[in-house]
Every structure is written in C-alpha cells, then in structure tokens.
C-alpha cells in the first residue's frame, strides 16, 4: 500500500514562499516519478511540476516556471515543491501523486495521491 502525505501548506501573503513536502511510504520509490497538481474551488484539477525519483529530471507548468521548484530527497522518500514569488491565483489545495511508470502532466495517470494540503495566498 503506498501512501503519500503532504504538508507544509498554509496562509502566505502575496509575495510570499512556501514548501511543501510529500512523504512517500510503502515502497521502493527510486524509480518513481511523482507530481504536484492543485485544485482551486470550482477548477479542474491541474498539473504543477513533476520530478523523476532516478534521475531528478524534472517538468513544469508553463505558469510556476522561474517561481516554483520542485525537488527530492530519495534517502527520505521525500518530494518538495518549494513555492515563491505567491500570488492570490496559486490559491488551491495542493496534491502529491506518485507513479511507477508515468512521468508527465496527466492527472488521470498517476496510480497515488495525497490527501492534499491548502494553500491560501492572500492579497
């Protein structure tokens, strides 16, 4: 049974940082590739940054490149997304998902997830 659980999530002004992490149990992750998506209320889910455990390659949405940094620690089955430069629109519950085959941005293709963490970035 793999289990991923998020943190780090809170209330941040704009202009702010936050990291998040997501701590991975159940298995050997190193060849994993694991993911962040956000849901804000009333959107679809939709995809962040993605990093493969074996090689630290990682995949960003077009909006969080230069601001957000996604990154692992494999010793600690342990992904980060490291949040700056936060503007109110990044307000969302934040997911972590994990997958042993798929390294992309389609939710529908991650086998794991978190139970997500919130994000709220005030103006």
């Known amino acids: 049974q793999v289990q991923l659980v998020e943190s780090g999530g809170g209330l941040v002004q704009a202009g702010g940082s936050l990291r998040l992490s997501c701590a991975a149990s159940g298995r050997t992750f190193s060849r994993y590739c694991m993911g962040w998506f956000r849901q804000a209320p009333g959107q679809e889910r939709e995809f962040v940054a993605a990093i493969r455990l074996s090689n630290g390659g990682t995949y960003y949405a077009d909006f969080v490149k230069g601001r957000f940094t996604i990154s692992r620690d494999n010793a600690k089955n342990t992904v980060y997304l490291q949040m700056n430069s936060l503007k109110p629109e990044d307000t969302a519950v934040y997911y972590c998902?994990?997958?042993?085959?798929?390294?992309?941005?389609?939710?529908?293709?991650?086998?794991?997830w978190g139970q997500g963490t919130q994000v709220t970035v005030s103006s």
């Open positions: 998902a994990a997958d042993p085959n798929y390294y992309g941005s389609s939710g529908d293709h991650y086998d794991y």
